[in-house]
């Protein structure tokens, strides 16, 4: 397993347990809390916080976008874009299992009137095109006015092919439509495709990025687009209450992300699969699948109680929801010794 690039000893130790819910969970490391603590700073709603426009256009370059907006979350951006691409009584294709879709409160029906027609997934989380193709209306007062595709990468952890990305944007070409990406983790795609982020950004005409999954940053996302799509953004930005003041707190931690936690990715991508692989074979937990820092794993519902007694002893947090399946993640807080307690943990579970 490779070393993390981050010092034991910049870590914040947290209380100890080992926290596989999330990569939002992660803590700002020392050196990230200093340079935000010497972060300069103005007023972001006047667009005269330093912080902030550096790290807006630091994105937009390493992306190939015009413009990029700093917001408080991933939700938010997506909504923006959304509202930002689409009018009242117009409709976006999204996948059905998406978080635009299912983990955003309807967000883009219940606040920008816009209709989302959901997509059934293929297994490796692309949105198969002749599907995207049949759902497109036709141009007749019938319908609502299909304005949007909208997909997500990584989806479950799955980077999206890259040449599924192309077809995606010669078929929004032939048919007019608009392509946003949901990028809670494009970095994590660029890391396991080796690849520059670029070269998945430039298929879109927008992209949202978190900074506070597996970057390491406390707080923000940031949306990128053409100067016009940005400038709406903003407006909407004010709309919904987005609007911060010394925000360049938060996108100094952003900015030290950037240069210290994108090839670190890297080591929970193998954090990931170290974890898969000291599951394999095991009767009473099944690795569904591992991709980039994500282990989808499958016990029978009748144990789940005692899975979390298991963990909980072990000082093991998951997030055991209402299905057999559970996703375990890896993050800059997670480190061997955290894959080694959690196999041992699941070990001891599916042995009992
Ligand atoms: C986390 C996430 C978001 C945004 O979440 P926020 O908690 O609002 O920042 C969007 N899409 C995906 C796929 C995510 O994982």
Redesign the pocket.
Known sequence: MPATSIASADRDAGDGWVDLRSD?VTRPTAPMREAIARAAVGDDVYGEDPTVNALQARLADELGFDAALFVP???QS?LLALIAHCARGDEYLVGMDA?TYKYEGGGAAVLGSIQPQPIVHAADGTLPLDAVERAIKPIDPHFARTRLLCL?NTWHGRPLPLDYLAAARALCDRRGLALHL?G??VFNAAVACGVPVREIARHFDSVSV?L??GLGAPVG?VLLGSAALIESARRWRKVCGGGMRQAGLLAAGALHALDHHVARLADDHAHAAALAAGLAGLDGVRVASQHTNMVFIEVDPARLDALRAHADAARVRLSIGYTPSIRLVTHLDVDDDGIARTVAMLRAFAAG
Do not use: I
């Open positions: 939002t979350t991933g939700t997506n978080h997500e949901d809670a983790r978190c506070s999954k996302s």
